[in-house]
């Protein structure tokens, strides 16, 4: 069983949403629990004319589920090297950028350097070149780096169920695989070739490391693609799948807007502010337990503002270069809208009322 035919069928049926009114979304605000339907409503144009109605929502269900805390994390880029043809990533094999991998003491320094700063939470990245960043590779940089983190996750190539499982033996405890867009003709258009180009076995990605004893599953649709509407509906629906198949799984949502980068890929849509938040008050009331991840993608006094709107996790001192918290580099993924470090991150929590939290998590081994 997976996610696959309800995937195909989200993609080929566009959502109808003209007809639901500012009733039929106060109605759903108010309901105890909400099915996909009701999600829907939530996601139409005339919920947008209810944004305070289900911020309040939103921010009394983040609450209750998960307080005033907010976990902190930062990415740490080992290679950039890719074998996919993506049409929108600065990474993609046919751009024209200086391609890089760590050896094993360059991930050793910047591991130091982003343990300086007081983060316990990474998230390991590649380019998907798996040839060239190996499940052995990622396995030593693991290892290289645990005695520094208790919680690393990994956001690289789709892998098969015992990779995953041998990395999660070397100590990686949370996966990260965004579909990009869930409709699975554009999914053609935009990946004309390379592996990434198997529509099927990305999506069936989440419930492999799943499977393979992850901790943490966090999956997200890159908004600006297509509708934003559709994309989120489909987003949420594969969220409360993998609730639904892995209770004892944390399952999260990143709600990534494109940024500029390396290569002439311009948006098809623009997702503005006003309607991010719908997105995400949205995902918040039809799945309250839901992790969701805000990055430095978004501007500083966005993300200040969202806060209390139902974000759980956040990016803090972020670079998005191979090797860039050791020493600075212009190869990046994507720019970042938000340059603040780790220390002007947490002071802005804490003036907030929330407590940056950055250690949630203890592995067996170091307890035993």
Known sequence: MSFLSEALRLGQTPLHLETVSGDDVRRVVGLPRVDASGFAALLSPAASEHLETMATRAHALTLSHFGRTVSLFTPLYVSNHCANHCRYCGFAAPNSIPRSQLSLDEVRAEGEAIAATGLKQLLLLTGEAPRKAGVAYLEACVQVLRPLFPSISVEVYPMETADYARLTRAGVDGLTVFQETYDPVLYAELHPAGPKRDYAFRLNTPQ?????????????????????????????????WLQKRYPGVDIAVSLPRMRPHAGAFQPACIVSDRELVQAMTALRIFLPRLSITISTREAPSFRDNIL?????????????????HAKPSKTEQFEISDPRSVAEIEAMLRARG????FKDWEPIEASA
């Open 208 to 240: 492999r490391g799943a499977e393979a004893g992850m901790r943490v599953v966090n999956i997200g649709a890159l908004l600006g693609l297509t509708d934003w509407r559709q994309e989120i509906y489909a987003v949420g629906l594969h969220a409360a």
């Open 354 to 357: 929330y407590q940056a939290v």
């Open 308 to 324: 209390p709107l139902g974000v759980t996790r956040m990016s803090a001192g972020v670079s998005t270069a191979v090797g860039g």
